[in-house]
């Protein structure tokens, strides 16, 4: 079993910035070869895939929604996964929730390619 912990979000005003964080852990096997995965869903919107990066760092994917604002990073020696989201709007508003698979080198952004989903944490952008 596989639990996804997120963490850093909040009410921030329109251009600043928000720092998201996820913790994944599992008992009895290592999570390297694990893709993960930011998502996000607004109110009567459907959940959309934000960004992605490889099990080892190598390849990451964005929405071009969200291209050349936010940054997705992860650290596997602390099992964590950060999205830095800069010049933010209010159209960002949404819960953001971050999600893991086994993928050793593949980086899909389709929600059904995830087996494992954080609860979300609410990210609110004021005009």
């Known amino acids: 079993q596989v639990q996804v912990v997120e963490s850093g979000g909040g009410l921030v005003q329109s251009g600043g910035s928000l720092r998201l964080s996820c913790v994944a852990s599992?008992?009895?096997?290592?999570?390297?070869?694990?893709?993960m995965g930011w998502f996000r869903q607004a109110p009567g919107k459907e959940r959309e895939g934000v960004s992605c990066?490889?099990?080892?760092?190598?390849?990451?994917y964005y929405a071009d929604s969200v291209k050349g604002r936010f940054t997705i990073s992860r650290d596997n020696a602390k099992n964590m996964v950060y999205l830095q989201m800069n010049s933010l709007k209010p159209e960002d508003t949404a819960v953001y929730y971050c999600?893991?698979?086994?993928?050793?080198?593949?980086?899909?952004?389709?929600?059904?390619?995830?087996?494992?989903w954080g609860q979300g944490t609410q990210v609110t952008v004021s005009s």
């Open positions: 599992a008992s009895g096997f290592s999570l390297d070869s694990f893709v």
């Open positions: 990066i490889s099990s080892r760092g190598r390849t990451t």
């Open positions: 999600a893991t698979t086994y993928s050793p080198t593949m980086c899909p952004i389709m929600r059904d390619d995830y087996n494992y």
